[in-house]
């Protein structure tokens, strides 16, 4: 019998206020159907963990103070529908820190016994659920990603809602 109790995790680069503002607005102006994300919650996942038992909590903040890698410019400019009408945000371009990124994290939580989704990580921001609405123009939304963050997904009453639960900087470089 086991009571121990899980958290259930995921990392990722949050949208920063500003810019969630901005992306929300604009989602909002297409009036698209579907269940909107809050602005609150739009972020990119970069590793989602799933159930994992709270004393876990050290080895992986751990783990991602090793993380080596430099900040970097993300531009979110076309329009995609993943899965089951999941209207998202996506760069045409991904860019290769955000990518070394990812793949970082995936390495080591690999070496922790996490294994993660076996599908090629496809980064984007996800603005719209249960959507009927199929690609059209995006506007164009960028940001310099100065960090990754530890959330725990939890629900509450009023949907689901991510708490922070580390945050960790990119390297700054000289330009
Ligand atoms: P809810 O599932 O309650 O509607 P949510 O999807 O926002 O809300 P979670 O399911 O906890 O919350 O997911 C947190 C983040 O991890 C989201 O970006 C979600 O798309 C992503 N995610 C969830 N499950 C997986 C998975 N199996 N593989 C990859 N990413 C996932
Ligand atoms: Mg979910």
């Given at each position: 019998m086991s009571t121990e109790p899980t958290l259930r995790l995921f990392f990722a680069v949050p949208c920063p206020p500003d810019q969630a503002t901005a992306i929300a607005a604009w989602r909002d102006r297409q009036r698209l159907d579907g269940r909107a994300v809050a602005p609150e919650n739009l972020h990119l996942t970069l590793a989602f963990l799933g159930a994992q038992p709270a004393e876990r909590l050290q080895a992986l903040r751990q783990m991602a103070d090793g993380i080596e890698c430099e900040a970097f410019e993300l531009t979110l400019d076309h329009l995609i529908t993943l899965g089951q009408g999941f209207v998202c945000l996506a760069p045409t371009a991904a860019p290769p820190a955000l990518l070394q990124l990812a793949a970082q994290l995936a390495e080591r939580l690999s070496a922790l016994g996490i294994v993660l989704d076996n599908r090629p990580y496809l980064p984007h921001l996800t603005?719209?659920?249960?959507?009927p609405t199929q690609a059209q123009a995006a506007a164009t939304f960028s940001w310099r990603v100065e960090r990754f963050v530890l959330y725990q997904s939890q629900n509450t009453v009023d949907g689901v809602r991510y708490q922070e639960l580390g945050s960790w900087p990119l390297a700054v470089g000289e330009n």
């Open positions: 603005l719209m659920r249960q959507s």
